[in-house]
């Protein structure tokens, strides 16, 4: 097992330094879900909420939550980012959003932490917006599926991950 990068040798908390990192194309694709009643999920798809576009509101919030990563977690590089995708797609069988998030840099570090940053977001904007009806609404399975880029190369999950039912 490597060693944790954000601490020295003395055991305290540090930014890594990156200086020396060659700058590469570096992606990054996370996904979650959100469970809830049906009738919630229904509001939702139909547009009929009270509140207005749930998805679409939720799409912009993780994007704008990308963004704003190294503000919210201490040893994070602030990036500029290249492109960020965040799809929220109903599964009307499970009752539940599935948010698909990828992330893209020219940089020095990769962008994990930035997807996962507006998966999160994009899935808690989707809570907050509908907790008046169903506050029993259950996030779930915030996870990295794949990676690519910067000295590690590409990671992928493997796909036996008992969340795609």
Request: glycine share 8%.
């Amino acid at each position: 097992m490597t060693k944790l990068t954000h601490f020295n040798q003395s055991g305290e908390a540090h930014m890594v330094d990156v200086g020396d990192k060659a700058i590469t194309h570096r992606t990054a694709t996370c996904e979650g879900f959100i469970e809830m009643l049906p009738e919630t999920l229904e509001l939702i798809t139909q547009g009929s909420h009270k509140k207005g576009d749930v998805l679409g509101i939720a799409r912009i919030a993780g994007i704008m939550a990308s963004k704003k990563t190294a503000d919210l977690i201490p040893l994070c590089h602030p990036l500029p980012l290249t492109h960020v995708e965040v799809n929220l797609t109903a599964e009307k069988h499970n009752y539940r959003i599935h948010c698909l998030t990828t992330v893209k840099t020219n940089g020095q570090t990769g962008v994990e932490m930035e997807a996962l940053n507006a998966t999160q977001i994009a899935l808690l904007t989707i809570y907050d917006m509908c907790k008046a009806v169903d506050r029993g609404m259950i996030i779930q399975s915030v996870q990295l599926i794949e990676k690519n880029g910067g000295k590690s190369g590409h990671w992928q999950r493997e796909s036996n991950s008992n969340n795609h039912s």
